[in-house]
C-alpha cells in the first residue's frame, strides 16, 4: 500500500517537471504518474525519489533525472506495439515505464548486482513482459533483432553501428553521444539503409562502457 504523500510527489514530479520541461506525450505523462519511482531508488533515499535530480543506485551508477527519462521515452514515439530494446537497465525504472507503453522489452545491464536487484523489483511489480540480459549492450542482441526503438542510458562517444544495424525500417534509436563531461541527446530513424540522427537536447549521462563504447571503468 502505498500512502498519499508518495501520490502527491508524483503528480507534482508529473506538472512541474515534465510538463513544465516539455513532455507531452500523454502515454508517457500516464504511466509516469503512476509508477512507483520510490520503489527503484536506494533505500533511505525514497524521500527523494521525485526531486529533479538524478539519485545514486549503487555500483557507481544512477537512476536518471524524471524529466530526461520523460523526454528520452516520448522521442521513442510508442504506441503499445513494440519490440524494444534497453541498454543499461539500472534500477529498472525506466524498463517499468517501457513496458507499460511497449510489447516486449528486451533489457541489457553490464553490472550483475544491478541486473539482479531491477529483475526481483520489476517481477514483484508484476512486469512480466521484460527479458533480461547481464552483457554488453553495445553489440545489441542480435538473436532477437531487429527492434522498433531502442533506448540507450548511458551515453557513449558514438552511436554503436551494431544498435543501428538492429533497428527495425521506421524505428527510432534514442542515445546520448559526446564526451565523458556533456553530451547531445540524440535520436536516430531508419529508413531502410539510410539514418538521420537529430540532437534534441543536451545532457549528463553515465559512461556506456563496452566494445562500441567507452574502455574500462
Ligand atoms: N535506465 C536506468 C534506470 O532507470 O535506473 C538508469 C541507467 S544508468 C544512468 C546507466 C546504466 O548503464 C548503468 O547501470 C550502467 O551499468 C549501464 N551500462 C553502461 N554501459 C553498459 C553496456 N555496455 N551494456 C549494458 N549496460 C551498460
Given amino acids: ?28 505523462l500516464k504511466v509516469m504518474q503512476v509508477i512507483p519511482r520510490h520503489r527503484f531508488v536506494e533505500k533511505g533515499l525514497e524521500d527523494q525519489a521525485y526531486l529533479d535530480r538524478p539519485l545514486t543506485i549503487g555500483s ?19 504506441k503499445g506495439t ?33 541486473s539482479l536487484k531491477a529483475r526481483k523489483i520489476l517481477y514483484r511489480l508484476g512486469y512480466y513482459n521484460v527479458e533480461f540480459k547481464i552483457s554488453d549492450g553495445t553489440l545489441g542482441w542480435p538473436e532477437d533483432a531487429p527492434f522498433d526503438a531502442i533506448i540507450v542510458t548511458a551515453a557513449g562517444p558514438e552511436i554503436p553501428h551494431a544498435l543501428k544495424s ?39 549521462f553515465v559512461k556506456l562502457i563496452g566494445k562500441e563504447g567507452w574502455s574500462g571503468e
Fill in 60 to 78: 557507481g551508477q544512477t537512476i536518471s533525472q524524471p524529466l530526461i527519462v520523460g523526454m528520452m521515452t516520448q522521442a521513442l514515439e510508442l
Fill in 82 to 114: 513494440e519490440k524494444v530494446l534497453e541498454i543499461g537497465t539500472g534500477s529498472g525504472y525506466q524498463t517499468a515505464i517501457l513496458a507499460e507503453l511497449a510489447k516486449k522489452i528486451y533489457t541489457i545491464e553490464r553490472i550483475p548486482s544491478l
Fill in 1 to 28: 500500500m502505498e500512502t498519499l504523500d508518495y501520490r502527491v510527489a508524483r503528480k507534482r514530479m508529473v506538472e512541474e517537471q515534465l510538463i513544465a520541461g516539455g513532455v507531452r506525450d500523454p502515454r508517457v
Fill in 166 to 204: 538492429q533497428l527495425t525500417t521506421g524505428g527510432r534509436l534514442v542515445i546520448p553521444v559526446g564526451s565523458s563531461e556533456s553530451q547531445k541527446l540524440c535520436v536516430v530513424k531508419r529508413e531502410k539503409d539510410k539514418w538521420t540522427t537529430t540532437a534534441i537536447s543536451e545532457c549528463r
